[in-house]
């Protein structure tokens, strides 16, 4: 099963600008064929609404962000 793991930095002064929502999204265009998981940080409370809102799914462990492929052919 392959899939690829996302991190995004953005500098502490670009926060709330909208950037990580465009950088995240990007990623997800760019990898709509393949799984894509992110390990967030149980306390970084502001990547975890990131994720949710980019589509990504908490998984159990409730550090994993999961988004399935979007393009999937049958």
Do not use: D, W
């Amino acid at each position: 099963n392959c899939f690829y793991m996302v991190s995004i930095y953005i500098a502490p002064e670009f926060y709330r600008k909208g950037i990580g929502i465009v950088a995240l999204n990007y990623v997800n265009r760019g990898f709509e064929s393949v799984e894509l998981k992110a390990k967030i940080h149980e306390k970084n409370i502001a990547s975890q609404h990131l994720f949710l809102k980019a589509g990504y799914k908490l998984q159990k462990n409730r550090e994993l962000y999961q988004r399935t492929p979007l393009n999937v052919e049958s």
